[in-house]
Structure formats: C-alpha cells, structure tokens
C-alpha cells in the first residue's frame, strides 16, 4: 500500500480525491500498488462529506508520519506551500504538484532535493492542465532538441478573446462574463495581465532547453489593450488575436515572451478556441508537434496530479531523471529578436507612414474611416520601436504577428 496525504481540499483536492476514488481499481493496477489517501490537510470543516475520516489540521501530523510515502501539493501560492513541499521532500516523500507558482520560482531546489533523496518532485498539472506536455518534454521527446514551444496557456484569456470575436463584446464584458462562468478569478490580474502564461513557459522552457529559465526574465504583456477593433481588423485579415507564451533557440540564443499575437489560418493554434489550451513544439528531429486539451478545470487537472503519484508510487525509492538543472538560462536581448508588426493609426497619411516603414501592407475598414492599419516589414523589434517613436502620435494600437 502507498499512503498519500493531499494538501488543500479544494478545487483541484477535492477533485484529486474524486479521481483515486472514481478510477480506485484501474489506478491501483497502473501503480502496481494501492493508493490510499491516508490525510487530507485544510484548515476548514466538511460536515457531512466522507473526507471528515482523513481529515487533519496540523501538517506535522503528516510530515512526522513514517508511513506517508506522497504528499500532494494542491493550495497554491508560494507560501505556506514552499515550506511545506520543501519539508516533505527532506522527509523523504514524494511530492506532487500543480502549483505553477512553486514550481517556477523553487523548482530547480526542490528538484535537486528530490534527487539527493532519490525520491521524485512531479508537476505535470502545473502547465496546461491535463494536458501530458511535461511527461512529453520530460520523456518521449528526449532524442530531438527543441528549438520552439509557443502555446495558449491560459483559459481564462483564450476564452474572453473568443468571445471578443464571436460575439463582438469589448474586453470588460468579456471579463464580466468569464468570471461568471467560473472561468476567471474576482482577481483576474494573474491572467489577464499574462503572468499565468509566463510562469508556465518558464517552466516548459526550463525543461525544453534544459536550464532554468527565471519567469521575472520574460517580457509579459497582456490582453488588457485588445479591443473589438482590433479584433475586427484581424478578421478582414483572415486572422485571429490570441495570448500566446513562446520561447525559442536562434543558433545559440534563446528568447521567450508572452504577448497578444494575430496568426493565420495556416497556424495550428488558430483553431484552439474557448478555455481550450494547446502547446506547439518543433524539434530538430521530429519536426512539429501539437499537445491539446483542458488547460484548466477540476477534474482534468487532478487528472494530471494523479498521473504524478502513480508515476511516484511506482517509482518509491527511485528518482526519475529530468531535463532541468540550476544552470540559469539567459536570454537574448528583445530588440534583437526580428518580426512583423501590426499597427492601426489615425490623423497620418500612407506617405508619412511608409516614409517611416517603407513599403507596407495597407488594411482598412469602411466602419472606421477616419484609421487605417498595416502590416511591416520583418524587422528587429529594436528597429520597430525606434521607428514607432517617429508616429507615435497617431498610433492608435500595436500587435506583433507570428510567421
């Protein structure tokens, strides 16, 4: 029998509960083991639901307890769920986690931890929800070397951009109607200011490119400035805005940015709409590759902390190896990293803009006759901002484009 203890009877322990229970035998059968849900840490009461019979208050109860072989890690935030991870580990059990936050900030010391205790710190529910990314990066794709991770990490700002398009609402009923749904917090500042997204290609790249990427390194822009105008400008085109987190090698550089993003049709996140999350990969060998699913939720994302403690019930006393060390990652400058840009203008003429950019692709809207938009040139984005500066005074909004 392995005994777990989850931290957190929340949204996501209560669903890592409902899951072990739900899926009981054919868990035990892929573990090789019985997975026993020993203790379930909150400081509140659940009158009524059967978790009262595991319940605890005090963490030293499951820290101090030799026969609790997991702990799982569902409260979120730094602390005190740091702390108590970092505990476990020294104890010698297992850990795993969902908490992105954790894992971008401490991941590489508790990793380390891990392996001197050969034992296993697993976060697969961490970035994308169910979607198996990690595992992929961690394992199946261990003979290409990655040069490109792009994805739409974030649910929250897939979703209100989806509607922004399919039901022409601005950004603030978009907002409204997310938190309604459940789909964003009363404090949606995480999402929709991209700081989500950027902790989750922090801890992809990490793993990718096998260094430890700072997400405090990484150039993040929200979707706060998106408006049903540009949305618009972005259909004439045949295109679509979403949230996208990248990071990518050029020779030996890298780069990594979360930013609103107008991609083509031909772009296989075009289609990824809703709270849906989706992750492209190139590598040198296996060339593109698309990881797609719930990136958020209940139970899609206990689904993957579940994976986790059957990978670590089955790996008790043994570390599994992972692509990340401490060895910090540097990134290149940004305005070296080369581009297309869109930009909508008003009160300039096209020979003043095209004095400025040279030749440009023009787009324009009857609905909006006193603007018009267009495309550049590819360009580093140093050159662009440095050209920017000269009709900043009819700038009207600026969206980079993926190629």
């Known amino acids: 029998m392995v005994n777990i203890a989850v931290l957190g009877y929340g949204t996501v322990g209560s669903g890592v509960v409902e899951v072990i229970n739900t899926n009981h035998e054919s868990i035990n059968k892929r573990a090789n083991e019985e997975i026993n849900i020993k203790y379930v840490l909150d400081l509140r009461e659940f009158p009524g639901d059967p978790v009262e019979k595991v319940l605890v208050h005090d963490y030293d109860v499951i820290v101090n307890d030799p026969e609790v072989d997991i702990v799982v890690e569902v409260m979120g935030g730094i602390e005190p769920a740091y702390t108590f991870v970092k505990r476990a580990l020294l104890a010698g059990k297992s850990v795993a986690t969902s908490n992105k936050a954790l894992v971008a900030k401490h991941g590489p010391e508790l990793m380390e931890i891990a392996k001197e205790k050969d034992i296993n710190f697993l976060f697969e529910a961490s970035c994308g929800g169910g979607i198996p990314i990690i595992r992929a990066l961690n394992s199946s794709l261990t003979a290409d070397e990655i040069d490109e991770l792009t994805g739409i990490l974030n649910g929250t700002t897939n979703y209100m951009l989806y509607r922004m398009s399919t039901a022409g609402c601005n950004f603030e009923d978009a907002l409204k109607e997310a938190q309604a749904k459940g789909y964003a917090e009363k404090d949606p500042t995480a999402d929709i200011e991209g700081y989500d997204a950027c902790r989750k290609i922090a801890i992809l790249s990490s793993l990718a490119y096998g260094k430890f990427l700072n997400y405090e390194d990484i150039y993040t822009e929200g979707i706060t400035r998106i408006t049903p105008e540009d949305i618009n400008y972005a259909k004439e085109m045949g295109m679509t805005i979403k949230l996208l987190a990248t990071s990518r090698k050029i020779g030996d550089n890298f780069y990594a940015m979360v930013a609103p993003f107008l991609i083509g049709q031909e772009s296989p996140l075009y289609s990824v709409n809703g709270v849906f999350n989706s992750v492209f990969v190139h590598g040198n060998v296996l060339g593109d ?100 500066l000269e009709i900043e005074p009819f700038m009207v909004s600026m969206i980079r484009i993926k190629d």
């Open 289 to 388: 590759a698309m990881f797609y699913g719930s990136g958020a939720g209940k139970l899609p994302t206990a689904s993957a902390v579940v994976a986790d403690v059957v990978d670590e019930a089955k790996h008790l006393h043994r570390n599994i190896m992972t692509n990340w060390t401490s060895r910090p990652l540097t990134l290149m400058q940004l305005d070296e990293v080369e581009g297309r840009f869109f930009v909508r203008v008003k009160g300039t003429t096209l020979q003043q803009v095209e004095n400025v950019f040279g030749e440009v692709q023009v787009i324009s809207l009857k609905e909006y006759p006193d603007e018009y938009a267009f495309v550049t040139s590819n360009m580093k984005q140093g050159i662009f901002k440095e050209k920017a």
